[in-house]
């Protein structure tokens, strides 16, 4: 007699298996939390370099309060605006999936939180993501001083890294500092229709500490009581291991930084792990974070300085600045401290302000970590994009008063498109209305509208290349369309290292060099088994960089240069991704709160 299938048997284990995976769920939502902060923005006073400034700050502190969070977490931050000044907050790196309202680039996703006491709730998840990120304000200048770190720990209860666990930690934020207000230094720039001005100093964790001024100041002469007074001082023990969590968060400048004596092991950069990368100086662009561990086994005799200076990539340049903080070993009690002060305090040897070859080396010998459920790249690719981006001029303004009329006004540009930022209303609430007229077009081009010689030195001289013109227009994806744009810096008035950030994706950055990229030539040098994933990338001055991504998170998100001083004059473009053929694939509504322009 022929046996039936034992139906009753597989219907108990189906079940019995789908109740282990409910289980699964549950642990992993009981391990999740809602993470809740409050933050107060409004004016703080604040001695630097011998006088007192006034600066827009969060929570009576700078840098800002850290926010800490752990992978599949909820984030709730309720922002109170007490400053003068329009406000927004953009927490960077997080992908935002589904929750584009809570981005925060001004007039990009939401329109400002108003002075005075204006509020917004940001609400997000934070989902498949660990690492070192950063919050700051995306309105005007007012990042020079409205930031702080935001820290993503792996899930309970796994909660490992990838690498060997640090006996400590600490997070170094790098800036910049002006002697006078940095919404006055945007608005003199853009009344001039030239670069705002140089800042004055650089910071470490909002202090500037010894040789911190810029203009060709001196690295660091010996410490004084005075100097480690307004310094940043981290004190290790010997023969620990510990994380460095680097943040660059200076307007303008990219950044070398290094610890006298001591080594890094680079372990993740823009909250994706890499491959371990052993060196003895960081490179790190305005944007970028770095988390790196390093081993205090120097002589736990002598004082140390870390260093972070100013790296220029612009040819000629000659503005340059350093900055420093304090590292110190701990000693037993019975060992007097007074030795490590008899010793002088050792600097460690920097690379020089314009050393392209190092800070290019430093970028494109990071890789990615491969892990079991990672993210992996794409190798079909539906759209491809030359995007060519630079400096240009366009005639003054009226409101330029200040505009030298007869050689016009410095403008900013991708694929000689000025992005103009909309004024009535957000390019998201204009997405979601379905009424982009007035607000947006849909024209951005797929490349450039003339072919040149990009990176040649004439082309600095061209006049007739040299000219751009304002508009608002965003390129429209499908959901889950794989996207390759090739980022080609351009040579118009002058070629430096430009980092572009792109809000709502990591992209996997596939290669890069100097000179016109080649499709022949340069695809064969594509890494396509273990590229470094980013959210910013630093593209070489008089080069180019390949980047792709996977357009799975519905919204309108900008892609911008991550040098403050280029994106009020337009380097930036945006990406409008459609909704998915599912309910978890289409971005809700706004929040009841959500600013009215």
């Not at 680079?266 to 944007?287: E, K, R, W």
């Not at 007074?338 to 392209?356: G, I």
Request: proline fraction near 7%; aromatic fraction near 8%; charged fraction near 15%.
């Amino acid at each position: 007699m022929a046996r039936l299938p034992c139906t009753c048997t597989n219907l108990h284990l189906a079940i019995a298996f789908l109740c282990l995976l409910n289980l699964i769920n549950y642990l992993l939502l009981a391990d999740a939390a809602i993470v809740e902060h409050a933050l107060h923005v409004g004016n703080l006073s604040v001695q630097r370099l011998g006088q007192s400034q006034v600066i827009t700050a969060v929570n009576g502190q700078f840098p800002g309060p850290k926010i800490e969070a752990r992978d599949g977490d909820t984030v709730v931050v309720h922002v109170v605006n007490l400053s003068p000044y329009n406000l927004s907050i953009h927490w960077h790196g997080i992908l935002q999936r589904l929750s584009s309202w809570a981005d925060g680039p001004n007039m990009v996703s939401q329109c400002p939180i108003r002075p005075a006491g204006g509020t917004y709730t940001y609400r997000f998840n934070v989902t498949g993501q660990e690492g070192t990120l950063w919050w700051h304000a995306h309105v005007s200048f007012l990042r020079a001083t409205v930031y702080g770190a935001l820290i993503i720990r792996p899930a309970a209860p796994r909660g490992r890294y990838p690498f060997p666990r640090p006996h400590g930690e600490a997070t170094i934020i790098l800036g910049e500092w002006w002697n006078t207000s940095v919404v006055d230094v945007e608005r003199q720039a853009l009344l001039t229709g030239a670069g705002p001005n140089n800042s004055v100093a650089l910071t470490i964790n909002g202090l500037i500490g010894a040789g911190g001024g810029g203009c060709g100041a001196a690295a660091a002469a010996e410490n004084t009581n005075a100097a480690a007074a307004h310094q940043y001082q981290l004190t290790v023990e010997p023969g620990r291991k510990y994380l460095l969590r680097i943040i660059n968060a200076a307007l303008n400048y990219q950044l070398f930084f290094k610890v006298a004596n001591h080594s890094f092991t680079v372990v993740a950069a823009d909250a994706c792990y890499t491959d371990p990368y052993h060196t003895d100086v960081i490179v790190i662009a305005p944007g970028q974070t770095v988390d790196a561990l390093m081993r205090a086994d120097a002589h736990p005799g002598r004082r140390y300085y870390m260093a972070a200076q100013v790296y220029q990539s612009l040819a000629n340049a000659t503005y340059s600045a350093t900055t420093t903080a304090l590292l110190t070993y701990l000693q037993d009690a019975s060992d007097s401290h007074s030795r490590q002060d008899e010793q002088p305090t050792l600097m460690p040897t920097m690379p020089a302000f314009n050393d392209s070859a190092t800070a290019q080396s430093f970028y494109a010998s990071l890789t990615g970590l491969l892990q079991d459920g990672a993210p992996t790249v794409p190798l079909h690719v539906d759209t491809r994009m030359l995007v060519t981006f630079g400096l240009g001029i366009m005639p003054c303004a009226p409101a330029q008063t200040l505009c030298n009329r007869t050689l016009g006004s410095v403008a900013a540009s991708m694929n000689n498109v000025s992005f103009q930022f909309p004024t009535t209303m957000s390019l998201l609430e204009a997405h979601m209305r379905g009424a982009p007229d007035g607000v947006y077009t849909r024209d951005f081009p797929d490349r450039p509208p003339v072919m040149f010689d990009f990176t040649s030195d004439a082309t600095t001289a061209n006049r007739s290349l040299m000219f751009t013109s304002k508009g608002t227009k965003v390129k429209t994806l499908r959901y889950n369309e794989t996207v390759e744009v090739v980022l080609q810096n351009t040579a118009i008035l002058g070629a430096e290292n430009h980092p572009v950030h792109l809000h709502g994706f990591n992209f996997f950055s596939l290669a890069q060099g100097t000179g016109n990229f080649n499709a022949h030539r340069h695809v064969r040098a594509y890494n396509l088994v273990n590229p470094q994933q980013r959210n910013t990338v630093a593209v070489p001055a008089g080069g180019w960089a390949v980047i792709r991504f996977t357009a799975d998170n519905p919204g309108v998100w900008i892609m911008h240069c991550h040098l403050d001083a280029h994106l009020p004059f337009g380097l930036a473009m945006a990406f409008e991704v459609d909704d998915g053929p599912t309910p978890d694939a289409v971005l809700p509504p706004p929040p009841p709160d959500y600013p009215r322009c």
